[in-house]
């Protein structure tokens, strides 16, 4: 899969490997349907850290939520 590119699959791709690494539980509002998609970028950005890290503090888990908030369409 090809990550670089902007594409609705690649979203929720992404979307679902955050909600599963942080083991989220109120996922109905984030939804990869409902996240702009010329911000692609800055979801790829959540989903290297995300990846990157093993685990999260609850300040963490918090701010990630709501960065991912922050991408949904208005």
């Given at each position: 899969m090809?990550l670089?590119?902007s594409?609705?699959?690649?979203?929720?791709?992404m979307?679902?490997e955050?909600?599963?690494k942080?083991?989220m539980?109120?996922i109905g509002?984030?939804k990869?349907?409902?996240?702009d998609e010329?911000r692609?970028e800055?979801?790829?950005?959540i989903y290297e850290?995300?990846?990157?890290?093993?685990?999260?503090?609850?300040?963490?888990?918090?701010?990630?939520?709501?960065?991912?908030?922050q991408?949904?369409?208005?």
């Amino acid at each position: 899969m090809d990550l670089t590119k902007s594409s609705r699959e690649n979203i929720e791709y992404m979307l679902n490997e955050i909600i599963t690494k942080l083991r989220m539980v109120n996922i109905g509002a984030i939804k990869s349907d409902s996240l702009d998609e010329e911000r692609y970028e800055e979801l790829q950005e959540i989903y290297e850290l995300v990846m990157k890290k093993n685990s999260f503090s609850p300040n963490e888990m918090q701010a990630l939520a709501e960065e991912l908030g922050q991408l949904r369409r208005a």
